[in-house]
């Protein structure tokens, strides 16, 4: 599958500073690492964008993913190896990630999961990392950015 474009964030470098100031504020919010891999993973499997995936499975070794979670990431729910708290940030992230899915589309029961487990800092970071991935998914879909050579990693 080729091309149909440049990505916009790079026809438009404002736009590449600007996700990368939220990904900057993300990384500011007190979560693990792991945990933002995870979600940008997560979201990007739902959303079908190749190349994010292709970008965020480079980092596993860097931020110390086990492979259990990688493998395991599509049934988290079920998964003895991940925590709850990166159970609710998952949770999260479907929910967000496919709003039109359901009749209530963040359910008060797992805003108190994920409340449970971060504070208010880490909340907003995980919000802003769920919301700025499916950003970049719907992008990278869009204009069918190469999962071998994306802009970014040239």
Not at 9 to 30: F, H, M, R, S, T
Not at 44 to 51: K, P, Y
Not at 122 to 128: D, F, H, K, V
């Amino acid at each position: 599958m080729s091309n149909r474009m440049k990505n916009p964030a790079e026809v438009i470098p404002q736009a590449y500073k600007g996700i990368g100031n939220l990904l900057a504020a993300v990384a500011d919010g007190g979560l693990p690492e792991t945990t933002t891999e995870l979600i940008a993973m997560r979201v990007s499997s739902l959303n079908g964008c190749a190349a994010c995936l292709q970008g965020h499975a480079v980092r596993v070794d860097e931020v110390g993913l086990p492979i259990e979670k990688i493998v395991g990431l599509a049934a988290y729910r079920e998964s003895p190896f991940f925590s709850e708290a990166e159970k609710a940030a998952l949770a999260l992230a479907d929910a967000v990630t496919r709003l039109a899915d359901a009749e209530e589309a963040v359910p008060d029961e797992l805003w108190r999961q994920v409340t449970k487990h971060y504070d208010e800092r880490q909340t907003a970071a995980l919000i802003l990392c769920i919301a700025t991935h499916n950003l970049f998914n719907r992008v990278n879909v869009t204009v069918r950015e190469d999962a071998e050579h994306p802009f970014w990693m040239r």
